[in-house]
């Protein structure tokens, strides 16, 4: 690694000036992502502003009864919180399928979100890659494919966003409370994360020195029966080939709402609103979660290494969503 600058703020106030004033500064939390890619001489940061001390480690009530995350909050704790586990068990697992429980104590809530993409090609110096150098090319594009994109990729990029917990809180609707250079403002999730298009070093909206410094869950009644379901090539320490949160509310055996998410499918946790048309209103029957599957996978574009990760869609999705009309039923 390079040498560089580190300091810790008092203020997240103080922190973002030093990030925004440096381009070459960044913010580090637990640092599970950054200092991997700065061993492998992917991220060269100048300075590192560490946050752990200037954001929130709690989880709140709100009087609305939605509930805050501050952006420090460990995954860990986040997991574990009887809240948490009771009203949004699809998050509770989703964090429980990521990494391994050392990187979960250390991991924070704003971090996960912000995670970069695995891909081999962008992991390798050596390797053309558009988001590790804008216009070199993308070596995944005709190369080993079965991580990459099926849904909403570009000729740019076609490579997958790695974050579980990304994936659940694109289904529950979470909103992103920022602090930038301008002041404070919020991001919807779905919303904070792009697709590829023609930049692919971008995969937020966010902007140079903008501090993710809480996540908020909304009042969601439909979420107290929710579930996340993780495909990987091993039962450990393995990002996703497909991976699909689902809420679902069934009344006499009719959909009246589904939430939907998938991840390892695209370059942003995919809300598949199409997916939860088909299924709002419909019966709660095998062949009706698998047409919602084939309805939100029609547009996919495959090769032959990831052609696979159609039908494991699908297969999955109806997997997740007869487990919990099971659980309505009983």
């Known amino acids: 690694?390079?040498?560089?600058?580190?300091?810790?703020?008092?203020?997240?106030?103080?922190?973002?000036?030093?990030?925004?004033?440096?381009?070459?500064?960044?913010?580090i939390g637990g640092g599970t992502n950054l200092v991997d890619r700065m061993k492998l001489g992917i991220t060269r940061p100048t300075a590192l502003v560490d946050v752990r001390e200037v954001l929130s480690d709690r989880?709140?009530?709100?009087?609305?009864?939605?509930?805050?995350?501050?952006?420090?909050?460990?995954?860990?704790?986040?997991a574990a919180?009887?809240?948490?586990?009771r009203r949004f068990p699809v998050l509770s697992q989703a964090l429980l399928a990521g990494a391994s429980g050392q990187l979960r104590n250390a991991a924070t809530t704003g971090g996960n979100l912000l995670q970069r993409t695995r891909c081999v090609y962008f992991q390798n110096r050596a390797m053309p890659c558009n988001k590790r150098e804008p216009g070199t090319g993308c070596s995944a594009v005709g190369g080993?494919?079965?991580?990459?994109?099926?849904?909403?990729?570009?000729?740019?990029?076609?490579?997958?966003?790695?974050?579980?917990?990304?994936?659940?809180?694109?289904a529950l609707g979470a909103r992103?409370?920022?602090?930038?250079?301008?002041?404070?403002?919020?991001?919807?999730?779905?919303?904070?994360?792009?697709?590829?298009?023609?930049?692919?070093?971008?995969?937020t909206v966010l902007e140079h020195g903008d501090l993710i410094t809480a996540v908020d869950l909304p009042h969601l009644p439909l979420a107290l029966r929710s579930a996340y379901r993780k495909v990987r090539d091993r039962a450990s320490y393995a990002f996703a080939l497909v991976s699909v949160a689902a809420a679902l509310d069934v009344v006499d055996g009719t959909v009246v709402d589904a939430r939907v998410a998938f991840g390892g499918l695209?370059?942003?946790?995919?809300?598949a609103h199409r997916a939860e048309e088909v299924l709002r209103g419909g019966p709660a029957t095998e062949e009706a979660f698998r047409e919602a599957g084939r309805a939100e996978l029609a547009g996919a574009d495959t090769g032959p290494g990831n052609a696979f990760k159609v039908p494991m869609a699908v297969n999955t999705l109806a997997l997740v969503l007869r487990e919990l009309t099971a659980e309505e039923a009983r």
């Open 176 to 203: 992103v409370h920022v602090l930038g250079p301008a002041g404070e403002r919020t991001v919807d999730m779905p919303g904070l994360h792009r697709l590829p298009g023609a930049e692919p070093e971008r995969d």
């Open 59 to 78: 989880i709140e009530d709100l009087p609305d009864g939605w509930i805050r995350i501050g952006g420090a909050v460990p995954n860990s704790d986040l």
């Open 1 to 27: 690694m390079r040498p560089f600058d580190y300091s810790r703020p008092a203020e997240a106030s103080a922190a973002v000036a030093a990030v925004a004033g440096d381009p070459g500064a960044a913010y």
């Open 144 to 170: 080993y494919g079965r991580y990459n994109a099926v849904l909403g990729a570009s000729e740019h990029c076609v490579a997958t966003h790695p974050s579980d917990m990304a994936v659940a809180m694109t």
């Open 266 to 271: 695209a370059h942003a946790p995919w809300r």
């Open 81 to 85: 919180h009887p809240e948490v586990r």
